[in-house]
């Protein structure tokens, strides 16, 4: 369900006023500066970022991560989940102070245009990323043109996850311009998954919204169909956004989230994790952490990784 901005707004404010109220200094500035040393973990004593994200594994992950960083750097943080034009709304709103899982330029193509005057767009975190209709690989057709002859075998429907989500919008596009006798289903990562694995473990015909990166990936043999119209798009990024002011607030919190800057193949250490039974999302972040000090030390300077 999608949350509505204003009732986003006041639970955020609601949940942080004493928080904030409490960690302001009277300048209601970063206790560092931009000459300040970036690594000292006082550099945000006192002051809280606000992060929101989508519930996606790849969008835990990566904000999880960031936390992290930026609890190393003295900050509180409060990692709110909402749905994605909540996620937009916040920033453009100031409600938020960052996501790191903006999925550019298809995915969240609606939810950006309406805010991106009202925020800033750091850039890419991560590059390399797709969107698409996904079948387990012993699934014989190849492209989102021939489900229709087998409409049938997948139980007339695609397994789709929340329905605020970008993918959502352009998977009910796919339906239309391939005028598919197909029906949407809503659900989440999670019911998604499950539904995957179900399918596969029966060895059934599935099609579901998938992207990359995903832990789904690694735990099973699956294939993205081709995409003949382009209705999904290209190649994607993960951007990361800020609401308007926060270089100025919080230099040392806007300077992490510049440098923030990873691969697939990072991300995918950390949702391999995430998916260990009994895990906890938010050690397996900092496990990762402390085992890459030189690409974090170079996310908290603000100069390239070695």
């Known amino acids: 369900m999608q949350i509505h901005p204003s009732r986003l707004r006041a639970a955020i404010v609601g949940a942080l006023a004493a928080v904030s109220l409490a960690a302001c200094s009277p300048s209601g500035q970063d206790a560092s500066s931009p000459g300040d040393a970036v690594t000292a973990p006082t550099a945000g004593a006192g002051k809280t970022v606000r992060l929101v994200y989508v519930e996606w594994a790849s969008c835990t992950a990566a904000t999880h991560v960031v936390q992290a960083v930026l609890e190393q750097q003295g900050y509180k ?15 453009a709103q100031g409600d938020a102070d960052a996501t790191v899982c903006a999925w550019l330029p298809s995915t969240h193509a609606n939810y950006y245009a309406r805010t991106k005057g009202r925020l800033e ?8 990323t797709k969107i698409g209709l996904v079948v387990p690989d012993y699934v014989t057709i190849d492209s989102i043109d021939q489900l229709a002859a087998d409409a049938d075998r997948f139980q007339g429907q695609i397994v789709g996850i929340d329905p605020g989500a970008g993918e959502m919008d352009i998977a009910h596009k796919a339906i239309d311009d391939y005028q598919l006798p197909l ?20 060895r059934q015909w599935i099609a579901v919204t998938g992207w990359t990166p995903h832990w789904m990936w690694a735990r099973w043999k699956l294939k993205y169909l081709a995409d003949p119209k382009g209705t999904f798009g290209g190649a994607e990024d993960i951007d990361t956004l800020a609401r308007k002011g926060l270089k100025q607030d919080m230099p040392t919190a806007w300077r992490v989230l510049d440098g923030f800057h990873w691969t697939p193949e990072d991300m995918q ?12 999302a938010m050690a397996d972040a900092r496990a990762w952490v402390k085992a890459h000090p030189q690409q974090v030390d170079a996310w908290v300077s603000g100069t390239p990784a070695p």
Do not use: C, F, H, R
Not at 77 to 91: F, H, K, Q, R
Not at 187 to 199: E, I, P, Q, R, V
């Open 77 to 91: 943080v409060e990692a709110l989940s909402v749905s994605g034009a909540a996620m937009y709304s916040a920033l």
């Open 121 to 128: 767009n750091l850039g890419p975190n991560m590059t390399g």
């Open 183 to 202: 029906k949407l289903v809503d659900g989440s990562d999670a019911t998604m998954t499950a539904a995957l694995k179900n399918a596969i473990d029966n």
């Open 269 to 280: 250490q950390v949702m391999a994790a995430d998916q260990a039974q009994g895990a906890d």
